[in-house]
């Protein structure tokens, strides 16, 4: 939900820059919390089984092992730091969906009743237009990310986007 308060929050490109490296840095620590745990454990666990549990330095033979692990848990936090960034791409286009729905005067409710100030604010400052642009951004900003292009690269560009404009 920390997400729904960079829309409200960038009004240049410098705001932009700083929002989405916040942002980052929130899925960076986030992904970090939820596998720190989990390779440890996986690590002492291959450790046991290779016999080299407590030993000060792993055996030569033994190395190629431990490398592929690590390596999948590399792969397995990188593939955590874009989900959570996806997922809170997700939540700033229901957020724009919200001002988009106040924007056209629509009988639907909105998704994100906690945030009705923010939404409302949004609606009465920008136009239908403006709104699709930052919501067709953030699509962008998801496929790019899952194109594999830098995280920090993908969410400033759909930040800067997310600028007013005029």
Do not use: C, F, W
Request: net charge negative; no cysteine.
């Amino acid at each position: 939900a920390k997400v729904l308060s960079l829309a409200p929050r960038v009004r240049g490109v410098g705001d932009a820059v700083l929002a989405a490296g916040e942002l980052v840095e929130t899925a960076q620590a986030d992904a970090k919390a939820a596998t720190e745990e989990r390779d440890a454990s996986e690590r002492t666990a291959l450790l046991r089984s290779l016999g080299a549990e407590g030993a000060a330095t792993i055996p030569p033979a033994l190395r190629a092992q431990v490398r592929q692990l690590e390596e999948d848990q590399k792969r397995r936090a990188t593939r955590a730091q874009r989900d959570v960034l996806d997922r809170a791409m997700v939540d700033l286009l229901s957020l724009y969906r919200d001002v988009l729905v106040i924007q056209l005067g629509a009988a639907v409710e909105l998704v994100n009743v906690e945030h009705e100030e923010t939404v409302r604010t949004l609606a009465e400052s920008s136009t239908p237009e403006q709104t699709l642009r930052r919501m067709d951004a953030v699509g962008v900003a998801r496929t790019r990310l899952a194109g594999n292009v830098a995280p920090l690269l993908a969410v400033e560009a759909m930040a800067i986007a997310l600028r007013p404009q005029g």
